[in-house]
Structure formats: structure tokens, C-alpha cells
T-cell receptor, first 114, second 114 residues
Framework: EPEVTQTPSHQVTQMGQEVILRCVPI?????FYWYRQILGQKVEFLVS????????KSEIFDDQFSVERPDGSNFTLKIRSTKLEDSAMYFC????????????FGPGTRLTVL | AQKVTQAQTEISVVEKEDVTLDCVYE???????LFWYKQPPSGELVFLIR??????QNEISGRYSWNFQKSTSSFNFTITASQVVDSAVYFC???????????FGGGTRLMVKP
């Protein structure tokens, strides 16, 4: 069964450093998303992406964040200058269609900012 | 703004007991979609079910069943004859009409003891 994959599974970085989290969505899916989950808390929406454009973003997704689909298979989330509060599990998700379709999640990347 | 409330933060049951996880939502959309996801101790988010706002039929899948009541804005999840492997955090989520953002509830941690 096709699945979303994410690398790395765990990333440790120093405050102020840039990180790139990588995702490979399900191959025929057209809509891509990033969510984050601070330890023990709820899952929060960050951004949705379709047709090489951001279609929706939350207040969390400020100028420090960016997303890109650099090729036909990868979808990346970049944090330019990490802060301690960026420590969280970051989930990538994809869906075949937009409205109403199920979003399938990857296993997550745990980001630890020291 | 959308909101999902899972009032039960933690539930503990003994194996073979039935358990119901509550979910109440708020939205101004007339068309929307509701989901349940399971997050086992390994951390991934596993899709369980999707319902649209026009379909109020209850659904059963093996030991799982879902009760969608539009009149009370609730989408409750029942596990019959619970098993230790059901131990996880369960999230209810609401997809907006534009279909590009999931709003999650705070999750219910279910512990099934042998």
C-alpha cells in the first residue's frame, strides 16, 4: 500500500540553524500538507500546498517557514532560523483531491532544537 | 473559525470492555468532513474513518463504530470488546469546506489494560 515517507526520523539542531524536513507524498497525490505536534499536545495545521502554490497557511507559518516541491516527488519544509519552541514532531500529509478527501500522514520527523 | 473538542483527555478500561470516545465540533460550513485518526505509541497518525456532513448513517467496521449526529454536532467513536492493541491516542478532526486544513481535537488517550 502506498504511503507517505519522511526523512529524517529525528533531527537535532542548534538554535538559529536552518533545517529542511523532507517528505515524499503518495505518488499520485496532488495536495500536500505540513502539520506539527508539540509533545503531548494536539496536532496543528501549518500549511497546505497545491499546484506549486500555498493554498492555506496558519498563523504559526510565519516568514521563518517555507515549503517547496523541488521535483516531482519531494515536498520540503524549511525553517530558516530555528527557535527552541520549534521543537516538535512535524508531519507531512498528502491527499489525492482537495475538498473532502482523506489526508494520509507520514510517520513524522521529530525536531529537537537545543 | 472551526473547533473540535474532545472532552475526555484520558480513559482507562480493562480488556473486553466497550468504550466510547466523544467528539464535538463547531463550524459555520454547511459542507464539511469529519475524521478519526489513531496515534499509537510509535507516533504515526493512522487514518480510521471519514464522514461527510450529508451522511448521518452510522458506520461499523469490525469492532469500531461511529455515531454521527448533526443535531448535536457530535461524532463519537465506540470500540467494542477493547483490546490492549487499541491503546493509543485518538484524534477527531474536522476538514474545512475548502478542503485544505484539518482542525484536530486535543485527543483522547485510551489505555486498555489486560
Amino acid at each position: 500500500e502506498p504511503e507517505v515517507t519522511q526523512t529524517p526520523s529525528h533531527q537535532v539542531t542548534q538554535m538559529g540553524q536552518e533545517v529542511i524536513l523532507r517528505c515524499v507524498p503518495i505518488s499520485n497525490h496532488l495536495y500536500f500538507y505540513w502539520y506539527r505536534q508539540i509533545l503531548g499536545q494536539k496536532v496543528e495545521f501549518l500549511v497546505s500546498f497545491y499546484n506549486n502554490e500555498i493554498s492555506e497557511k496558519s498563523e504559526i507559518f510565519d516568514d521563518q517557514f517555507s515549503v517547496e516541491r523541488p521535483d516531482g516527488s519531494n515536498f520540503t519544509l524549511k525553517i530558516r532560523s530555528t527557535k527552541l519552541e520549534d521543537s516538535a514532531m512535524y508531519f507531512c500529509a498528502s491527499s489525492l483531491a482537495g475538498r473532502g478527501d482523506t489526508q494520509y500522514f507520514g510517520p513524522g520527523t521529530r525536531l529537537t532544537v537545543l | 473559525a472551526q473547533k473540535v473538542t474532545q472532552a475526555q483527555t484520558e480513559i482507562s478500561v480493562v480488556e473486553k470492555e466497550d468504550v466510547t470516545l466523544d467528539c464535538v465540533y463547531e463550524t459555520r460550513d454547511t459542507t464539511y468532513y469529519l475524521f478519526w485518526y489513531k496515534q499509537p505509541p510509535s507516533g504515526e497518525l493512522v487514518f480510521l474513518i471519514r464522514r461527510n456532513s450529508f451522511d448521518e448513517q452510522n458506520e461499523i467496521s469490525g469492532r469500531y463504530s461511529w455515531n454521527f449526529q448533526k443535531s448535536t454536532s457530535s461524532f463519537n467513536f465506540t470500540i467494542t470488546a477493547s483490546q490492549v492493541v487499541d491503546s493509543a491516542v485518538y484524534f477527531c478532526a474536522l476538514l474545512n469546506n475548502a478542503g485544505n486544513m484539518l482542525t484536530f481535537g486535543g485527543g483522547t488517550r485510551l489505555m486498555v489494560k489486560p
